[in-house]
Each structure stands twice: as structure tokens, then as C-alpha cells.
């Protein structure tokens, strides 16, 4: 079955540590997104890639990074700069110049 | 930048029919999209509007007017289960297709 996967489903760190999220999908997608969600609010986007080997920040990159290696794989890590994470944080992929996002089921982080 | 606006919290009764609007700004319109979430999970495309005009898939219907940047989606005969957060979400190009979406609206249905 295609999908996105994203684990784990709930990561605890220790402030200060930077931590990975793991995103993986096999629906042949050219685009991946990473968005953050806080209790009661929309999704923020973080960062977006169209292609391998290039990405963009969205409206909040700082204290976040990411990679795109492989088509499939779009990890982020979550940096000891990025001064609240607790989150839960939401992977997407969608076809080129598509309005439809497929969802992962999502990663808790909390940071204590 | 982009920006939508769509009502925090919703209440219809069972069987019922509800209207959830959104309005958005943005440079570069590409389409509006409708996402279904649930408590504790992620959400789930419900429908896409690039063009003027009603879609309709099942129980659930959305409509966008690109001259007056606004759109709607509208469910029939509401069940339990429909409760939930819906989210607007308007897609832009320039170059890059980015996405962004409104805070959304929960919906409760009620016996």
C-alpha cells in the first residue's frame, strides 16, 4: 500500500538536544512538506521541497533544518535554536503543482 | 503573503446541513483545498477548487469564487462522525507551489 509514514509517533527529548523526525513516502510524490501544529491552531509551514536536492523555508524555518537526498525521504531535525518544539509535527507529500497533500499520521515531540 | 480567514467553531444537529466559509488573500492564487481532522490525528484531503464553481463528491461539496477570494464547503446530512476540524488551505505559485492554511473550524455535531 502507498503512504506516508512518519516515526516515531512520540519522541521525548531533552532540551537543548537536537532530535530527528523520520518522513518516508512511496506514492512517487515529487513534493514533501513539513508543518507544525500547536493545540487549537492551523499547521504552520516549516520547510517544502519540490525536488531532490532543493528545499525552501516557510514561514517558520528558524531553529529547524532538513535535507532531500531521496525522493522518498525528507527527515527534519528539530535544533537545541528552536526555542518552544513541543509540537506535533505533520509530514506531507503531494504530486507536482497539485492542490491535494497527503498526510502522515504525525510525530509528538515533547521537549522537557 | 497569504492569509485566510474561516469561523473558529461550528454547531449543527444531526442530519442537518452546515456551510463552513473561508476568505483568503494571497498573490499567485493556485486553488483552495478542504482537509478533515480529527482529534489527535492528521488530516485528510476532503476536496480541491482551481475554477469558479460547486464540486461535489458524496455528502460533501465545496464551492470557490476566484473574484471575490472566498470559498465554502458544505455538508449534507451531517453524522456524528463528522465532527471534527475543517481546514481551508489556498495554494500559491510563484515558481515554488506553496500551501497555507487557515487556524480552522471545529465542528460539532449534536444529537
Known amino acids: 500500500d502507498g503512504g506516508i509514514t512518519q516515526s516515531p509517533k512520540y519522541l521525548f527529548r531533552k532540551e537543548g538536544q537536537n532530535v530527528t523526525l523520520s518522513c518516508e513516502q512511496n506514492?512517487?510524490?515529487?513534493?514533501m512538506y513539513w508543518y507544525r501544529q500547536d493545540p487549537g491552531q492551523g499547521l504552520r509551514l516549516i520547510y517544502y521541497?519540490?525536488?531532490?536536492?532543493?528545499?525552501q523555508k516557510g514561514d517558520i524555518a528558524e531553529g529547524y533544518s532538513v535535507s532531500r537526498e531521496k525522493k522518498e525521504s525528507f527527515p527534519l531535525t528539530v535544533t537545541s535554536a528552536q526555542k518552544n518544539p513541543t509540537a506535533f509535527y505533520l509530514c506531507a507529500s503531494s504530486k507536482a503543482a497539485s492542490g491535494t497533500q497527503y498526510f502522515g499520521p504525525g510525530t509528538r515531540l515533547t521537549v522537557l | 503573503g497569504q492569509s485566510l480567514e474561516q469561523p473558529s467553531e461550528v454547531t449543527a444537529v444531526e442530519g442537518a446541513i452546515v456551510q463552513i466559509n473561508c476568505t483568503y488573500q494571497t498573490s499567485g492564487f493556485y486553488g483552495l483545498s478542504w482537509y478533515q481532522q480529527h482529534d489527535g490525528g492528521a488530516p485528510t484531503f476532503l476536496s480541491y477548487?482551481?475554477?469558479?464553481g460547486l464540486e461535489e463528491t458524496g455528502r460533501f461539496s465545496s464551492f470557490l469564487s476566484r473574484s471575490d477570494s472566498y470559498g465554502y464547503l458544505l455538508l449534507q446530512e451531517l453524522q456524528m462522525k463528522d465532527s471534527a476540524s475543517y481546514f481551508c488551505?489556498?495554494?500559491?505559485?510563484?515558481?515554488?507551489?506553496?500551501?497555507?492554511f487557515g487556524i480552522g473550524t471545529k465542528l460539532q455535531v449534536i444529537p
Open positions: 506514492l512517487n510524490h515529487d513534493a
Open positions: 477548487n482551481a475554477l469558479d
Open positions: 521541497s519540490q525536488i531532490v536536492n532543493d528545499f
Open positions: 488551505a489556498v495554494s500559491s505559485s510563484r515558481g515554488y507551489q506553496k500551501v497555507t
